[in-house]
């Protein structure tokens, strides 16, 4: 029986980013919600949000040993599954590669450090520094891995000769034109999906046990947190639309159901196809795919006919684009709708309909990131490096990368299984109201410790 290589690629590959996206996502974002709970508890002198700090770190944890696995899974399958995209490209991502390990070696050794040395400073400012070199570690680990998912969409930084990718730049290559568009919605989406996933956990508190004040502070915080990146999400994502209007028109084009060159293009939203490529049932917006590709309402928007039938992404990375979008604005929406319930004194920002849509908000923002990335790779199809390397070229050609996939999908399953045990049994056994007690016994007992000692 032959073996499709190149499906088996692309399934073994597919099924190990889906995965770590998830605890990449949590990796990058919680850190900068550790940060800002226990400058808030410092600020505040409220043991609260200190031991909002305390509780997600040890979360972090875990999500932190599950990512290092399924990175170290993507690193072996760039050689295992892709060999040809390495040989050809590796000379060039090597750096970014690289830094991306150095960025998670130096994330680890302060977390190290800020794990074990609580209660350990007379001045708390000091060891709340130590988040700062965490929150720029993960930030930059992203940072590096993005610029090489840029230079597979905008290729740059070498010359081509016979071939081979020679006399590189690496630097080049890194900062290449998808690059800032890409960062900006990388880490604006991670901290919109970290803020999400920590205030429905604290929404779901509420919803079983009833309101505390710590659960209470841990939503407000969060839900504040999640109006800012569900902003700049927003914002990061018009940056690139317009990105791809002018360096990747075609995929634009295949999400946007756009055939024809035309000035004043609608934004099509929904519907589907018929066999004729005829649009079905769709929202249509006057002018605004214009608008957003060129801020312009009459602009001139590039058609998907323009492009060879071989070069075109599939058409239903519409429904990624749409999907993705959609719930952008919906947790947008449910953050702003808390905040005029919180401000207006009639209303209860605590009642169980809207504190259910905060929680449905946490799995709607992950799918995003989700939908995302799959908006990503798949619209950059048939390209692997765009314009000089194809997909089927890159695949390796053994067949045993269809045992290699049930092999990384029982890891992954043994992972998670592992993981949500692991979560469970380190919170649900140990309350916040306990932890709480635990501190104001403490707290109590320095004070009188150091009275006597004054007196």
């Given amino acids: ?30 850190p900068l919600m550790i940060a800002i709970a226990e400058l808030v ?31 170290t899974a993507i690193s072996l399958q760039l050689a295992l599954v892709w060999p040809n995209f390495m040989q050809l490209a590796g000379n060039v991502i090597a750096l970014p590669l690289f830094m991306e390990v150095f960025a998670f070696f130096f994330e680890a050794i302060f977390l190290g450090i800020y794990l074990y040395t609580w209660d350990r400073f007379r001045n708390p400012y000091l060891h709340w520094l130590l988040t700062i070199p ?15 998912n840029g230079f597979m969409n905008q290729p740059a930084g070498f010359s081509l000769v016979n071939g081979q990718f020679t006399a590189v730049y690496p630097l080049q290559a890194m900062f290449n034109e998808a690059t800032p568009s890409k960062v ?15 205030a429905a956990i604290a929404a779901f508190s509420i919803l079983r046990k009833g309101a505390t004040d710590y659960t209470k502070k841990a939503l407000k ?42 000035k004043g293009a609608d934004l099509i939203f929904f519907g589907w196809l018929n066999a004729e490529r005829e649009i079905i049932g769709a929202l249509h917006i006057p002018k605004a795919l214009s608008f957003l590709a060129f801020s312009d309402f009459n602009a001139e928007v590039t058609g998907l006919n323009e492009f060879p039938a071989n070069e075109q992404p599939p058409l239903w990375i519409h429904y990624l684009f749409d999907f993705m979008a959609s719930i952008g604005f919906i947790l947008l929406a449910i953050s702003a709708i808390f905040f ?64 290699l996939f049930f092999l990384f999908l029982l890891l992954y399953i043994v992972l998670g299984t592992l993981c949500i045990i692991v979560l469970r049994r380190l919170f649900r056994n140990n309350p916040a109201e306990v932890e709480l007690e635990k501190i104001a016994a403490t707290h109590a007992a320095k004070v009188k410790e150091e009275g006597e000692l004054q007196s």
């Fill in 1 to 30: 029986m032959m073996i499709d290589t190149v499906l088996w690629s692309r399934l073994v590959t597919g099924l190990t980013l889906s995965f770590h996206v998830i605890f990449a996502t949590i990796g990058v974002a919680i």
């Fill in 41 to 71: 508890g410092i600020r505040k002198k409220d043991h609260h949000y200190t031991l909002m700090a305390k509780r997600w770190t040890r979360g972090f944890i875990i999500s932190v040993a599950v990512g290092v696995v399924t990175g």
């Fill in 134 to 148: 965490i929150v720029l570690g993960a930030s930059m680990s992203a940072f590096f891995i993005t610029t090489v």
């Fill in 184 to 198: 900006f919605h990388v880490l604006t989406s991670a901290y919109m999906t970290g803020a999400a996933l920590l």
């Fill in 221 to 262: 915080l969060m839900m504040s947190v999640l109006l800012v990146f569900s902003f700049l999400t927003a914002l990061a994502g018009d940056t690139a639309a317009k990105f791809l209007a002018e360096h990747q028109p075609e995929k634009l084009a295949a999400a946007e159901w756009h055939f024809e060159t035309e």
């Fill in 340 to 403: 005029v319930f919180l401000l207006w004194r009639k209303r209860n920002e605590y009642n169980r309909w809207l504190l259910r849509s905060i929680v449905l908000g946490a799995p709607l923002a992950f799918l995003a990131v989700e939908l995302g990335w799959f908006y990503a790779e798949v619209g950059r199809q048939p390209w692997i490096i765009r314009g000089y390397m194809r997909v089927e070229e890159a695949a390796t050609t053994s067949p045993s990368i269809m045992p």
